[in-house]
């Protein structure tokens, strides 16, 4: 018990002060801390936040920053409305939203590793070229996709459980789960620690850390570009 204590002390100690702050909200305004409107309104709208803090917490124990996400976003979402509009196929235009966030991730990857660029200048850099080229496709206006709350894949993605639980909320505690396992229990996250602490030991045992480097990168470019599409879903349409 001890050794578990210490070895998770902080995050005991983060927890117990969520816990106070909560007690602390509820005890000032408990009409709407104890009411579950406010608790269903997070769950709706907070997971599109967290998908990408989940996404880019590899890319930070790796020791690098990706600050283009906002524009990759856009971009994936731009891409899954258009082509959802044009083809009227959710498979295609999910398809092509995910790849569009693995090729903004790859040229990320590409720009650090194998040019040399600081992760925080290049993902700058690349921000302000998504962003442009989202804005500019669009010609700045709106894509309404008001129809897409009948398809049964809208329903699966951000719809309602039991009419109450938003499904977002669910898909994030996934996506959760699957990053929790990738790095605790499989060697492409200790791949990625041993990078963060110190890549030329890394280096040194064998580790490719250009590779692992690049798909962290990816990995944030397609939790991006999905975010995008959830927002899609949620709305019904994209926003430039």
Not at 15 to 43: N, V
Request: hydrophobic share 55%; charged share 10%.
């Amino acid at each position: 018990m001890a050794a578990f204590y210490l070895k998770y002390r902080l995050q005991f100690f983060i927890t117990i002060i969520l816990i106070a702050l909560l007690g602390l909200f509820i005890g000032l305004a408990p009409a709407t801390f104890l009411s579950s409107r406010i608790y269903i309104a997070y769950m709706s709208t907070i997971p599109f936040t967290a998908m990408m803090a989940l996404g880019m917490t590899p890319v930070i124990i790796s020791g690098e920053i990706d600050l283009s996400f906002p524009a990759v976003m856009a971009a994936g979402g731009f891409v899954f409305s258009g082509l959802y509009l044009e083809t009227g196929s959710v498979g295609i235009a999910l398809a092509a939203a995910l790849f569009a966030g693995i090729t903004a991730g790859l040229i990320n990857g590409l720009i650090v590793v194998k040019i040399g660029v600081p992760s925080i200048i290049a993902t700058i850099g690349t921000q302000f070229f998504w962003r442009g080229a989202t804005v500019l496709s669009s010609g700045g206006l709106a894509k309404s996709m008001e129809d897409i709350r009948e398809i049964p894949f809208h329903g699966v993605l951000v719809g309602r459980i039991s009419g109450v639980v938003p499904a977002q909320a669910v898909w994030t505690i996934i996506i959760a789960l699957v990053l929790w396992l990738l790095l605790n229990r499989y060697p492409f996250g200790d791949n990625i620690r041993f990078i963060g602490d110190n890549q030329d030991a890394a280096k040194a045992m064998g580790i490719d850390t250009d590779r692992t480097k690049i798909s962290v990168f990816c990995l944030m470019g397609v939790l991006s570009s999905l975010t995008g599409v959830f927002l899609c879903m949620e709305m019904a349409s994209w926003w430039p």
